[in-house]
């Protein structure tokens, strides 16, 4: 006989069919990886915000944002905590062309941002209250801006998330209008005629997840008060990336469409869509060049570049593969304006630095001064200074992941660069001599850690910028302990040199020294399969016993030096991709009884043990992806657990609550934003916190009834908050705008 749970999800009810507790033996199963494919940078993001058959709507963060603004705010401000000094994700810059030394720069999920120090420090220039999702920025000659909002990257760094169209500012970024483009879900370029400022072309790239809507290229002739699109895609999943002018000639243009979709099972990074067109009477007509890249089903992203001081030489850099695996295919040339294509020698150093995404780069920057100059985007940066036929690749003296690159025609050696990693400066023509931002607080974080016993300690994990402390300078510099995209970080309580912190699928470390040394410990664990973001948690009564989750749970009693796994697999099994699906994403051992854990999984189960493994209880099934589970410190009983699952349009509840042990489950989404929940925390007088794609909301009573917390917090994923009742603190980590703080 099954249990039936009714619960009632904004508005929409829902009737859940739960199998009964389920005992489950536990095995010593002795579990070995699975060979992994290549998989797409923080895959991990976008399936916990979707399920299976369903899309993600438009404007679905506009309308989260739109709910999360009605509701009242309690608190004092949020205090940004840093990291200042490592920065993020940089998708594109423009140089202001009426003031030396300053330049604008687009980050994927941290804003818009000016530097009038030559690219040394940075200080916002897009408000806090929108959308923190940026794609491109422009300058025209007169010192208008232009900002394209949704990142145009389909993977890395998260789930890209959508914007909400193209705004423009007269008065450097402190203030900006939107002028259209509402559903171009993510704008790749914008290119502004050098001689009249009034005509305007942005490469509207479309929504990543679904088909339709305001994509290819867009030309205005009134500065953006009114676009017509020029150039529409073969296909309703092809959008613009790039839109190009000839240096020598605004009525000689280019483009580069790019078909691509995302869906949860399945992500298709090439297509019939995809090519390079040209136009020759400033964006009327366009012709495509299939001298370069011919129509093919497995063609990829394609990264153009135009020498400026021969403008008929051009070069292109061609991804080719099926679904999400693009490879490099070719590095070509053209001395007659795109004409005619000739393939040049294929290298190893190129190659490599494509890896298998290379969709993930697709950039190609011409030296002003030097045909033959030419740097590619890559996981390193790759330059050449004969035209392709030999190649360095520079890895060592920046971050890796290269994105955007302009030459500062003030000073001829000087070139800026923005990467995975931040912003750089090079005053010896790109060659070297890389200089980083000193400050530039837009760090994407996944995980924070705090310390009861010594508050100028934090740690998180980041994407693509490792595991980083705070321990050394509050407020300032931060460094890395351990590399990788840093997941899950850990302080004792009663310790605070013992720490812990992961890269992705669980690759996990202990230290007994602050981080300075650090021991890998995860082959000592069990598991088939381990999440991008695996689990690690303190049991609250003994900081000696700790939890692991793989897609079996695993246990330490000796601070995480060895491990045993006391229970068997608590997921679905494997999924239909490469990407680790059916495994868990939470943990959390109740203070009040050591003998109760509970347990959350990608594939919308909660289970609970009693008696430390030896049995267990499915008490939650067919929901979305668990984020968090946290339990009552008074009662074992009592759980709370959030779920993800909006970003696919689904109504299944955002935060529940059982306090039977999992019998019955009540719905505590209430009046929260539709948004993604990432976390949530039990404060001391008995009200809850929750983490959200929209920010940080409290419920008092812990009854539902929610209001926004804090002031000063950007509209920026939160993926963590926590929680330091000695000091009356809570800790926020941003996917997008570094750590936080706030007295509560």
């Known amino acids: 006989m099954k249990r039936i749970l009714a619960v009632v999800a904004l508005g929409l009810s829902a009737v859940l069919t739960v199998p009964p507790g389920v005992a489950l033996s536990t095995t010593q199963v002795q579990g070995e990886e699975d060979a992994l494919g290549p998989v797409a940078p923080a ?74 120090d030559a690219g040394a420090t940075f200080a916002p220039a897009w408000p806090d209250n929108q959308t923190q999702a940026m794609g491109a920025v422009a300058a025209a000659p007169d010192g208008t801006l232009y900002a394209g909002t949704g990142e145009a990257n389909p993977g890395g760094g998260s789930l890209t998330y959508t914007g909400t169209g193209v705004y423009r500012s007269t008065d450097g970024g402190a203030t900006w209008t939107s002028i259209g483009l509402q559903d171009s879900g993510a704008v790749g370029h914008i290119a502004i005629d050098p001689s ?118 051009m070069y292109a850099i061609v991804g080719r593969g099926v679904n999400s695996t693009n490879t490099f295919d070719g590095f070509f040339t053209s001395t007659d304006g795109g004409t005619t294509w000739s393939r040049l020698p294929d290298n190893v150093d190129v190659a490599d630095n494509q890896s298998s995404y290379a969709w993930w780069f697709a950039k190609v920057w011409v030296d002003p001064g030097n045909s033959k100059h030419v740097h590619v985007a890559g996981i390193a940066l790759l330059t050449t200074r004969n035209g392709g036929r030999t190649w360095t690749a520079d890895d060592d003296s920046m971050h890796v992941d290269h994105h955007a690159m302009v030459w500062d025609p003030r000073y001829r050696d000087r070139v800026y660069l923005g990467n995975d990693g931040g912003m750089y400066r090079s005053d010896d023509d790109g060659d070297g001599g890389w200089v980083k931002a000193r400050y530039q607080p837009y760090t994407q974080f996944y995980s924070a850690a705090i310390s009861p016993q010594d508050v100028s300690r934090e740690s998180g994990g980041t994407q693509d910028n490792g595991n980083l402390r705070s321990w050394g300078g509050r407020h300032g510099d931060w460094n890395e302990y351990v590399g990788g995209d840093g997941e899950e970080n850990l302080i004792n309580p009663t310790n605070v040199d013992n720490v812990f912190a992961c890269y992705q699928y669980g690759n996990c470390f202990r230290s007994v020294d602050g981080g300075d040394s650090n021991t890998f410990f995860t082959p000592a664990t069990t598991a088939n399969r381990r999440n991008w973001f695996s689990p690690v948690q303190f049991d609250p009564n003994n900081p000696n016993v700790m939890y692991y989750g793989g897609n079996r749970l695993n246990r330490s009693v000796d601070n995480g030096v060895t491990w045993a796994p006391i229970s068997p697999d608590l997921t679905g099994g494997p999924g239909q991709d490469a990407y680790p699906f059916g495994t868990i994403t939470t943990v959390a051992a109740a203070a009040s009884d050591p003998q109760t854990v509970w347990v959350g999984t990608d594939d919308g189960r909660v289970w609970v043990t009693r008696d430390l493994g030896a049995t267990w209880t499915l008490t939650l099934s067919g929901q979305p992806w668990v984020t968090r589970v946290a339990v009552d410190p008074s009662s074992p009983l009592t759980a709370y657990a959030t779920l993800s699952g909006y970003r696919a349009g689904s109504y299944q509840p955002h935060v529940m609550v059982t306090h039977d042990g999992g019998t019955t489950w009540t719905d505590l989404s209430g009046n929260l934003p539709q948004a993604p929940v990432n976390d949530v925390v039990l404060s001391s007088a008995g009200g809850l916190y929750v983490a959200t794609d929209q920010g940080v909301f409290v419920s008092a009573a812990g009854d539902g009834v929610w209001q926004r917390l804090g ?32 007295g509560v």
């Open 43 to 116: 895959e991990h993001r976008f399936l916990q915000k979707t399920i299976p058959g369903q899309e993600l709507p438009r404007h679905a963060y506009d309308i989260a944002a739109a709910q999360a603004a009605q509701l009242p705010t309690t608190g004092g401000a949020w205090n940004l905590l840093g990291p200042s000094n490592i920065g993020g994700r940089v998708v594109d810059m423009a140089l202001d062309p009426q003031h030396a030394d300053t330049l604008y720069i687009a980050t994927a999920s941290g804003g818009l941002w000016r530097s009038t």
């Open 196 to 313: 009249n400022p009034q005509r305007v072309f942005v490469a509207a790239t479309g929504s990543l997840f679904n088909p339709g809507g305001e994509r290819g290229v867009y030309r205005s002739n009134d500065g953006g008060t009114t676009w017509t699109r020029v150039l529409a895609g073969a296909t309703d999943t092809t959008g613009a990336t790039e839109v190009m002018f000839d240096p020598s000639n605004p009525q000689r243009m280019f483009a580069i469409m790019w078909d691509h979709r995302r869906q949860p099972n399945l992500r298709s990074y090439s297509g019939v869509g995809s090519g390079v067109y040209r136009s020759t009477d400033g964006g009327t007509t366009w012709q495509r060049l299939d001298s370069l890249a011919p129509v093919a089903p497995d063609l990829g992203r394609i990264g153009v570049g135009i020498a400026p001081s021969d403008p008929n030489r």
């Open 711 to 742: 002031t000063g917090l950007p509209l920026v994923p939160v993926d963590d908050i926590e929680y330091d009742a000695g000091h009356h603190r809570l800790v926020a980590a941003t996917f997008g705008r570094s750590m936080y703080e706030l």
